[in-house]
């Protein structure tokens, strides 16, 4: 059976960072495209980044700054999201999703396989 199962997350200060982790069973994390989604409260669900089979990632939040990460880690089979100097308006639930196409999409639908979510908050 395909997981993702997400971690990593917790209480930072702002500026601070974090590193997500998507540990994946049942396949190849490799093998399929990832992708980071958040949801904070009273706010509709948003991409935060992907990576593909190819390891061409992309970020849909924070684009110019460049303060998200994501990378794979084969010998692990974990993909993670590395987030730095963050704020306090990234405070949300972090969910990690696979899909099977090798291509990035940043419409949750797209994804076929989530995981439970990790909660980050970013305090002032």
């Known amino acids: 059976q395909l997981r993702v199962v997400e971690s990593g997350g917790g209480l930072v200060q702002a500026g601070g960072s974090l590193r997500l982790s998507c540990a994946a069973s049942?396949?190849?994390?490799?093998?399929?495209?990832i992708g980071w989604f958040r949801r904070a409260p009273g706010r509709e669900r948003e991409g935060v980044s992907c990576?593909?089979?190819?390891?061409?990632?992309?970020n849909y939040v924070d684009r110019e700054k460049g303060r998200f990460t994501t990378w794979t880690d084969n010998a692990k089979n974990t993909v993670y999201l590395q987030m730095d100097n963050l704020k306090p308006e990234d405070t949300a639930v972090y969910y990690c999703?696979?899909?099977?196409?090798?291509?990035?999409?940043?419409?949750?639908?797209?994804?076929?396989?989530w995981g439970q979510g990790t909660q980050v908050t970013v305090s002032s």
């Open positions: 999703a696979a899909r099977r196409e090798n291509y990035c999409s940043e419409i949750a639908h797209d994804f076929h396989y």
């Open positions: 990576i593909d089979r190819s390891r061409f990632s992309i």
């Open positions: 049942g396949f190849i994390a490799d093998g399929v495209t």
